[in-house]
């Protein structure tokens, strides 16, 4: 007992900056939230379509296959920076593409996707963002990743990018499938 | 590479804004108290009654309607936990992951009590055991003179 | 020209502080006088070269010499003089050569000021000292050199946050670095008596001077922070149990309980280990703080730019001199020569408590503070803790400590008498009903729990005052012998007083703020009024203005009681175009007994503005309570026995039999 009290100063130490070291190395940001929809059904929505002649979309159309769903604004900097690998994704067919326009003007958002091009298959507007809060949506622009039942298996925050789709989505999307055929 | 010095902050404008408030004074009150409670997702570190993020708005006006469609405070905070997560609880639950939180610092106490009396009862025995020495029985008898003398 | 000479000057600092550690060190372990004299000047040449670095940024901010990518980054031309310095630390590199160069300050004090400290133990304290400053000086210049250049030099700056261009701003880093950089020196009073291999109550008088100096200034920086906090951000929040803040009050905490620690240490050479542990720990804290703000792991207001790799390094610096403390610790220690004796019931064992009390509240803050870290390391989750929390657990653990703190004073050393202590405390029973009553009458209507606070508060004020009383016999004899004792009592003395009724004082203004704030909000045009607290405002006008870097609206609120106009309020809403920012400047009508605190919010003539509006009761009580405290230590500081640095000789010319206490 003499002695060994005198190392628990070192020994807490010690385990204190070990846990430091983890997220340092991990470079996590401390303010980026995991979802808590995982494995989650989607919320149920009854958002309007954005326009009249494009189809809108409920949770029952998200089943029967995947789906990434995309919240977006006309106002918002980083959409426009990952609207390249959207209209990628669209034109490659490489998964369903929805879209959802969070806390916009329908002409603006109009507007936007046609100067820029759109690459949702269908699109909601949801005006208020209620729907967003039921998602777990606390910024734009974030992307959902939708199994053929319906359940959330993955969001990314932010802009998506080539890395992001490739390292982090193509994988559990390949994943997804792969238990399809079984 | 010359790295970023500036300091991040955040918005310190006022939060509840007059149109905001419900006409119960009671369940505004309500209302504040929970709002203080939930953390602004988007912030640094503040809560939804201090910040002017539109997230925070758009929460605080959740708050209202369902206080005013009669939810208990309990249901909404399970209702923004269900969606956001644990994180956006100012005041952190108390389940299987917290309960070293909550359960700390009353260990900390008893075992600093705990120690505390080990400790002084160890160095009470090394004391015992050790006999004066000369030097020291002189200066006791010095000393208790001297006591003697005031 | 003068950057690269302000860059060279560090690179020469850190071959004076290199020098500084290496040959005093190696004098002492040899007993080589020449080699342990080489502290003074090389800690003088390192302050002073560190000195010219900091004026050379500080000329490149106020010559807004843009060419300097770090004043390109904070500073802009148009930006007041008084900014323009205090922008030196307001970003992370400036920040930094701040630190070393309180650092190398405190070095540089210990080498004029240090005389009556034996040889070895000072150049063993400069060793420490110096080694310290190697480290951080290696930081600045590998990582965060402020000194290096933009080509082609911008036209002009991204201008300063305007957040930080206030005169509280400007003093609180300052000061706040004063106080934790400061607990470095007894960082290395300590590690250099684990090297000798001993303390005494020598070491705990030459220690205390410099222990003072650091816990002064670290309350009057947080107290600095908490207040600008108060008036600049527009909600009159003091206090969120912000990481940062946190991270300051930690060492804080520690620092008092070093600070009380140490009186046992030098009165009955007891409790050394512990004193020495908390010392390494004050400084510990520090350096976590340090780590915390810079590296990015937390979220917090106050943090600076995020970057991973400096965190690295930082934490490095932390493990290696905090790791090789608590080893040396370890091995050390328990080989220390056994204190003085004494029963739980006594001085002693009242200090004890305090310090028992005040390590639960700096662990419970730690674990608040850093359990989110922890709970993501380990399993992902991601959890907050709040303010809620801490006020749940912190408060708790203070209470008893503040019952303490009038009882531990009036129990004798080895053994004291709780019985005749707690009677002695009839006063402090008094003042604490009395005051619990008052508070409550003149606040019925509303909530009851701050009576309990100022109940607390008058027994703790009552207490203090009645230790004052006693050892000056007070109505125990004549009232002018009374006074020439008064005079004779060591000014530590006094300070004890000052900082305890601070710290009442301080609790009272708290529990006020707590829960009998009110707050009107209101949506205005231009003459309309509403009223909070029985007084009457009046919005007479809101004017534009134009300010030096900013445009702002301003509004006139009259504040009238009856027909007496009590106070006009002018809160502000600017514009800082640079920084595309908007800041809210309140007014704040302050008395002593309460703040009427005023901010403005959006609007134009047409819809009217939204204008809120505080009454906060006895808020500057706070400010005033940690004024006292600051103000005891300086008294404290002045005592005459901490410049002779002898151990204290009983003074015996008046029989304190009496008493039946002794005062030592």
């Given amino acids: 007992m003499a002695k060994t009290i005198f190392v628990l100063p070192f020994l807490v130490f010690f385990g ?74 669209s034109e490659e067919k490489t998964i369903r593409l929805f879209g959802i326009n969070y806390k916009d003007q329908t002409q603006a958002a109009i507007r936007w996707l046609d100067e820029l091009g759109d690459p949702f298959e269908k699109i909601v507007a949801d005006k208020d963002g209620r729907a967003a809060i039921d998602w777990g949506v606390y910024g734009v622009p974030e992307t959902y990743l939708i199994d053929k039942e319906g359940k959330v298996r993955y969001r990314h925050v932010g802009p998506l990018t080539e890395r992001v789709l490739e390292e982090k989505l193509m994988p559990i999307i390949q994943l997804l499938r792969n238990k399809k055929d079984e | 590479m010359v790295a970023l010095g ?31 409670n939930i953390r602004c997702l988007v912030c640094q570190n503040q809560s939804i009654d201090d910040s002017n993020a539109t997230l925070a708005k758009d929460l605080r006006a959740l708050v209202r309607e369902k206080l005013t469609a009669g939810a208990t405070n309990d249901e909404i905070f399970d209702f923004l936990v269900d969606r956001y997560g644990d994180f956006i609880l100012l005041n952190p639950p108390f389940k299987a992951s917290t309960y070293l939180l909550w359960y700390g610092p009353l260990i900390f106490l008893i075992v600093g009590l705990l120690m505390t009396v080990l400790v002084m009862k160890k160095s009470k025995r090394r004391a015992s055991e050790k006999p004066l020495s000369q030097e020291e029985r002189v200066s006791l008898s010095k000393l208790l003179e001297q006591k003697d003398e005031t | 020209m003068i950057a690269e000479l302000g860059h060279f000057a560090l690179i020469l600092a850190l ?30 040449a390192q302050f002073f070269a560190i000195l010219f670095a900091f004026c050379a940024l500080t000329n490149a901010y106020i010559t807004s010499d843009f060419s300097v990518a770090n004043v390109a980054e904070n500073s802009h031309s148009l930006k007041p003089l008084l900014y323009k310095i205090s922008g030196v630390w307001g970003n992370h590199e400036g920040s930094m050569v701040l630190w070393v160069l309180i650092l190398a300050l405190f070095g540089f004090t210990v080498a004029v000021f240090g005389k009556n400290l034996p040889p070895t133990l000072r150049a063993r304290v400069l060793g420490i000292q110096g080694s310290i400053g190697v480290a951080f000086l290696a930081f600045v210049i590998t990582t965060s050199n402020p000194f290096l250049r933009l080509n082609p030099a911008p036209l002009d700056g991204r201008d300063l946050n305007p957040l930080l261009q206030d005169p509280g701003l400007a003093f609180h880093p300052p000061m706040l670095y004063l106080g934790y950089v400061g607990f470095s020196i007894t960082f290395s009073f300590a590690i250099a008596a684990l090297i000798e291999g001993n303390i005494g109550p020598a070491w705990a008088r030459w220690v205390r001077p410099w222990a003072l100096l650091a816990w002064t200034s670290l309350t009057a920086g947080i107290t600095l922070g908490s207040w600008w906090a108060y008036y600049e951000l527009g909600w009159g929040g003091w206090w969120y149990w912000d990481p940062v803040e946190n991270a300051s009050f930690m060492p804080w905490l520690v620092g008092t309980a070093f600070l009380h620690s140490a009186i046992v240490v030098e009165k009955r050479d007891a409790l050394k280990s512990w004193t020495i542990l908390l010392a390494i720990l004050a400084f510990t804290l520090s350096l976590m703080g340090t780590f915390l703000v810079r590296s990015g792991v937390l979220t917090s207001v106050h943090a600076f730019a995020v970057d991973p790799e400096r965190g690295l390094f930082i934490l490095a610096i932390l493990a290696f001199f905090v790791g090789g403390a608590f080893i040396l610790f370890a091995i050390r220690a328990p080989k220390m020569a056994l204190g003085g004796l004494f029963q739980p019931i006594s001085r002693e064992g009242g200090l004890v408590m305090n310090n028992l009390l005040l390590s639960v509240a700096t662990a419970t803050v730690f674990l608040g503070t850093l359990y989110p870290l922890f709970l993501d390391a380990t ?45 002695r405390l009839w006063v402090a029973a008094i003042c604490s009903g009395g005051l619990g009553i008052l508070f409550w009458l003149l606040n019925s209507d509303k909530p009851f729990t701050p009576i309990i606070g100022f109940a607390i508060a008058g027994w703790l004020g009552g207490g203090a005052l009645k230790e004052l009383a006693d050892r000056v016999l007070l109505f125990r004899i004549p009232l002018i ?59 007479q006008k809101v004017d534009r203005l134009k300010g ?84 005891g230590g300086i008294i404290s500081l002045t005592d005459r026995r901490l410049r002779i640095g002898a151990p204290e000789k009983r003074v015996r010319n008046y029989k304190t039999a009496e008493l039946g206490a002794e005062h030592g």
């Fill in chain 1, 16 to 89: 204190v900056v070990t846990y430091f070291i983890i997220p340092i190395v991990k470079k996590s940001d401390p303010k980026l939230l995991p979802s808590a929809l995982i494995d989650k059904d989607v919320p149920e929505n009854k958002l309007p379509p954005l326009f009249e002649n494009k189809t809108g979309f409920d949770h029952e159309d998200l089943l029967g296959g995947e789906t990434l769903v995309n919240f977006f604004s006309s106002w918002c900097g980083p959409c426009r920076v990952e609207h390249d690998i959207l209209m990628k994704i």
């Fill in chain 2, 6 to 36: 500036c300091l991040i902050y955040i918005q310190p404008i006022m939060a509840v804004e007059p149109n905001e408030r419900l006409a119960d004074p009671l369940l505004e009150e309500r209302a504040r108290m929970l709002s203080q």
């Fill in chain 3, 15 to 44: 071959v004076m502080a290199t020098v500084q550690t290496v040959v005093p060190l190696l004098g002492a372990h040899r007993s080589n006088t020449v080699l342990m004299e080489i502290g003074k000047p090389s800690a003088i």
């Fill in chain 3, 379 to 423: 399993t992902g989750q991601k959890v907050s803790v709040g303010p809620p929390f801490f006020n749940a657990t912190f408060i708790p653990i203070m209470i008893p400590l503040l019952l303490l703190m009038a009882i531990g004073p009036m129990l004798s050393w080895k053994q004291g008498d709780l019985a005749s202590a707690m009677s």
């Fill in chain 3, 481 to 539: 012998n009374s006074l020439l004792r008064a005079r004779g009592l060591p000014r530590s003395a006094y300070g004890m007083t000052l900082a305890h009724l601070g710290i009442a004082i301080f609790v009272c203004g708290a529990s006020a703020d707590s829960a009998w704030r009110s707050e009107v909000v209101f949506n205005a045009k231009e003459k309309d009024q509403t009223e909070i607290a029985g007084f009457n405002l009046k919005l």
């Fill in chain 3, 548 to 631: 030096p870097n900013y445009e702002s609206e301003r509004a006139h609120i009259l504040v009238t009681k009856g027909s007496k106009i009590i106070a006009n309020l002018y809160p502000e809403r600017r514009f800082y175009p640079v920084q595309q920012m908007l800041t809210t400047e309140a007014t704040i009508y302050s008395t002593v007994m309460a703040d009427l605190y005023a901010t403005i919010g959006e609007g134009d003539k047409r819809k009217g503005w939204v204008l809120r509006i505080w009454y906060n009761p006895l808020i500057p009580w706070i400010w005033l309570g940690c004024l006292l405290m600051v103000l």
